[in-house]
Nanobody
Framework: VQLQASGGGLVQPGGSLTLSCAAS????????MGWYRQAPGKPRELVAT???????NYADQTKGRFTISRDHAKNTVSLEMNSVQAEDTATYYC??????????????????WGQGTLVTVSS
């Protein structure tokens, strides 16, 4: 299973950017998906998550500015970032809990991370 993130880049303060992430491979079902970010010298932190039932959760710093969405058919998760600020500069990582086939009829869940995509907010 692989998670491929895309969409990072340079954006001006107050601007918008959309990140996307696609899961591929031996997948029975993709469960929770989300985005985390890590700024230089800081620990990785939650940005937003979305369940299979489309229940969303946002960090206080991104609530009202960012919107997370997903497409079950394509196994993708997106993050629409609006009114970005310098503090949003970070490497963004997508995340997914993937149900996979085990032995026989069994299945198991495993966490996967994308490779990270850099977002730089600067004028």
């Amino acid at each position: 299973v692989q998670l491929q993130a895309s969409g990072g880049g340079l954006v001006q303060p107050g601007g918008s950017l959309t990140l996307s992430c696609a899961a591929s491979g031996d997948i029975v079902r993709v469960k929770d998906m989300g985005w985390y970010r890590q700024a230089p010298g800081k620990p990785r932190e939650l940005v937003a998550t979305i369940t299979r039932a489309y229940i969303t959760n946002y960090a206080d710093q991104t609530k009202g500015r960012f919107t997370i969405s997903r497409d079950h058919a394509k196994n993708t998760v997106s993050l629409e970032m609006n009114s970005v600020q310098a503090e949003d500069t970070a490497t963004y990582y997508c995340y997914a809990v993937v149900e996979r086939r085990g032995k026989g009829w069994s299945t198991f869940d495993r966490d996967y991370w994308g490779q990270g995509t850099l977002v730089t907010v600067s004028s």
